[in-house]
């Protein structure tokens, strides 16, 4: 038996959303606790070349939205970049979800081999539905999963391994 390429997209992206979701609560709740100004944590980076807490998030929904509309043969909808707040980029990730999880098995099966063109500044992009979604998507939203679990670690939030994969 195969797996769908809708098996592979929607119900893996929502369960990395929803933790990362988690992660931010963790966060937004250990802001609270010792009474960090929540900016410092949404604006803390691993080392000053990388994007801070709330970039990592806001890339990781935008690859997740992505994949689905494009592999679903649609146009995604852009979305503004301008959460400030734990309880916007919970918003955002919600928003997000619900995009994805309106899509059906229909629209995303049999897109394995969709020509898909990310037209970026360095230049085009081109894949193919599956490499895109194995070799592109799923590491991006990963890493930025993982870079924004590491920048709340890294300030003394207590997370641990179950909280970036959620429950199975």
């Known amino acids: 038996m195969s797996i769908s390429m809708y098996q592979t997209s929607v119900p893996v992206l929502v369960?990395?959303?929803?933790?990362?979701?988690?992660v931010l609560a963790k966060g937004a709740q250990h802001a609270a606790d010792r009474k960090i100004a929540p900016e410092?944590?949404?604006?803390?980076?691993?080392?000053p070349d990388m994007?801070?807490?709330i970039r990592q998030v806001q890339i990781a929904?935008?690859?997740a939205k992505g994949a689905v509309y494009r592999l679903a043969g649609v146009e995604p909808p852009k979305m503004e970049d301008n959460e400030t707040s734990f309880?916007?980029?919970?918003?955002?990730?919600?928003?997000?979800?619900?995009?994805?999880?309106?899509?059906?098995?229909?629209?995303?099966?049999?897109?394995e081999d969709r020509e898909i063109v990310l037209k970026?500044?360095?230049?085009?992009?081109?894949?193919?539905?599956?490499?895109y979604l194995l070799g592109f998507v799923l590491p991006n939203v990963y890493?930025?999963?993982?870079?924004?679990?590491?920048?709340l670690r890294g300030v003394g939030v207590v997370l641990g391994k179950a909280d970036f994969l959620g429950k199975a």
Do not use: C
């Not at 309880?87 to 979800?97: H, P, S």
């Not at 500044?121 to 081109?126: Q, V, Y």
């Open 61 to 63: 929904t935008d690859m």
């Open 143 to 151: 890493f930025h999963a993982s870079t924004a679990y590491a920048i």
């Open 40 to 47: 410092v944590l949404l604006n803390t980076r691993i080392t």
């Open 120 to 131: 970026l500044r360095s230049g085009d992009m081109h894949f193919r539905g599956q490499d």
């Open 15 to 22: 369960r990395a959303l929803k933790n990362l979701s988690g």
């Open 51 to 53: 994007f801070p807490l």
């Open 87 to 111: 309880e916007e980029l919970q918003a955002r990730i919600a928003t997000v979800i619900g995009m994805i999880e309106g899509f059906t098995p229909a629209q995303i099966d049999g897109s």
